[in-house]
């Protein structure tokens, strides 16, 4: 039994011995596993975000790729309809300036015939060249309509100027009537009540009328005044960019007036047109620079009268001016 303990006590005594000296050696191989372990679990979860980052990187090129194919074709087929668009508009206009083209060379043609028939052709040419020139001096919209009511009214016995606004005209100023006319600034009636005022403005064509005549030959008379029988009146359009904006209006009165009056009306109703249309593109430039610069110019219609202190029909007075 003394043995047997002596044993077991070196036994004990040699494990205690052993473990003191292998423990800090088997701390050591545990922390170098736990350390190890530690890296590549960092590591693993390292490269699982950069795939994370990847796939979303991708799924974000994917997704603006996709706008931008999507804004590409938005772009392309706005391009396509404008081209479409700009293209009908242009044969459109093209047509309508052909179409203008074709009656101011009738009308000429008829102009020509009438002073070649005409005791004295310098006369009639020499009074369509003085209302061109007297429209092209205009610096207004207003001083256009004013001066296109005094040319005719060197031209036709009684003229007048009336603007159209949609389904009614309103009168502007009229030239050689009687004082029992109203004055300009009055007279306002629908198209369907305005003679052949209405129908020119409606067909964007020149009407006329006999009065008098037998009912179906021809137009009427506007509404708002009397011709005596067998006079000859005729209204014609005033085009500005396609659209009938204004309609002159003269008769003889039942007289004689000046060899040519209607051609004459003809080429200046369609001169004082284009000189509409040029003060309108040069006020609508005015516009865009005040825009661009920051300014405020509002809106400008087709035809848009400038705030001048004239209203209509109040324009200063000539010897052969109606009432105002």
């Known amino acids: 039994m003394v043995l047997e303990d002596a044993v077991q006590r070196s036994g004990e005594k040699l494990l205690r011995r052993i473990r003191e000296q292998s423990e800090p050696e088997i701390r050591g191989f545990i922390g170098e596993l736990l350390t190890a372990a530690a890296r590549e679990r960092a590591a693993a ?3 699982a975000r950069q795939h994370a980052d990847a796939d979303r990187e991708k799924a974000v090129r994917d997704e603006a790729a996709n706008v931008r194919a999507e ?3 938005a772009l392309e087929t706005a391009l396509a309809a404008a081209r479409d668009e700009a293209e009908r508009v242009l044969a459109q206009r093209v047509g309508e300036v052909q179409a203008e083209t074709e009656r101011t060379l009738t009308a000429l043609a008829e102009l020509e015939a009438t002073v070649a028939a005409a005791p004295e052709p310098r006369e009639v040419l020499g009074r369509v060249v003085d209302g061109v020139r007297r429209l092209d001096r205009a610096s207004s919209l207003t001083d256009v309509l004013n001066a296109l009511a005094e040319v005719a009214g060197s031209e036709a016995r009684r003229a007048g100027v009336v603007i159209v606004e949609g389904e009614r005209i309103r009168g502007w100023r009229f030239v050689g009537f009687e004082p029992a006319l109203a004055p300009a600034g ?7 009540d305005a003679g052949i005022v209405g129908e020119a403005a409606r067909s964007a064509a020149s009407r006329s009328v006999v009065a008098g005549a037998e009912p179906g030959t021809g137009g009427s008379v506007p509404a708002f005044m009397t011709l005596p029988s067998g006079a000859n009146a005729v209204a014609v359009p005033v085009m500005v960019g396609g659209d009938v904006s204004a309609i002159v209006y003269g008769d003889d009165g039942g007289g004689e007036p000046p060899a040519g009056w ?23 430039v005015q516009l865009a620079r005040l825009d661009a610069a920051g300014g405020s110019g509002g809106d400008a219609p087709a035809l848009a009268l400038e705030n001048r202190g004239d209203a209509p029909g109040e324009a200063a007075p000539t010897p052969a001016d109606g009432p105002a």
């Open 186 to 192: 009055q007279v306002e009636l629908a198209l369907v």
């Open 262 to 284: 209607r051609e004459s009306l003809e080429i200046l109703a369609r001169h004082a047109g284009h000189c509409l249309e040029g003060l309108t593109a040069a006020r609508l």
């Open 45 to 47: 979860l390292d490269e």
């Open 71 to 73: 804004a590409q074709r």
